[in-house]
């Protein structure tokens, strides 16, 4: 569909899988980001490496990348992506009691990463709220969006990184 519909309905209104065989490969970017929000001491309990279950931030950020590649198994008409980067970043931010997440996707290909960079995102806030439910099962996942874009038809896209109140982009 052209004109800012959407591209996953044919004519009749039927879900379909965007063809992107026309489309030329470019290198495709996207970032996105999101936070989980906790007690101050399960934040400090996840920075003094406390959890009985491990490495929290390892684990999530091993989760995210692993996320990222199974996004297509995930949401029914993403297409397979050949991924040549994925880098997830977790911080701790003290003053907010949360954990600052950081997902960036990189390829070369017929479509763009912001499925896998979301979903890198939110699998790695899922998995530190699995992580840590034994201790703190209020934490509160949010502000999972897209910041950023480039590449493809529809060129770049970029909002400012939310910032914490410790000064650090989110």
């Known amino acids: 569909m052209t004109g800012g519909g959407f591209t996953h309905f044919d004519a009749e209104g039927r879900a379909v899988m965007v063809d992107v065989s026309a489309k030329d490969e470019t290198e495709r970017t996207a970032t996105a980001t999101g936070s989980i929000a906790m007690e101050s001491s399960t934040l400090a309990l996840i920075m003094s490496g406390g959890m009985k279950k491990g490495d929290v931030l390892s684990v999530a950020r091993l989760a995210g990348i692993m996320g990222a590649k199974r996004t297509p198994d995930l949401i029914p008409l993403c297409h397979p992506l050949a991924l040549a980067s994925v880098k997830v970043d977790l911080t701790c931010d003290p003053d907010r009691h949360a954990v600052d997440i950081t997902a960036t996707c990189k390829l070369k290909g017929r479509t763009g990463v912001e499925m896998e960079a979301l979903t890198a995102v939110s699998v790695a806030a899922l998995t530190v709220y699995d992580m840590c439910k034994a201790v703190d099962r ?8 897209l910041v950023h874009k480039a590449g493809g038809k529809s060129g770049d896209f970029g ?12």
Do not use: F, K, L, Q
């Open 138 to 145: 209020g934490m509160t996942i949010g502000e999972i969006r």
């Open 159 to 170: 909002i400012a990184p939310a910032v914490s109140s410790s000064g650090s982009a989110g």
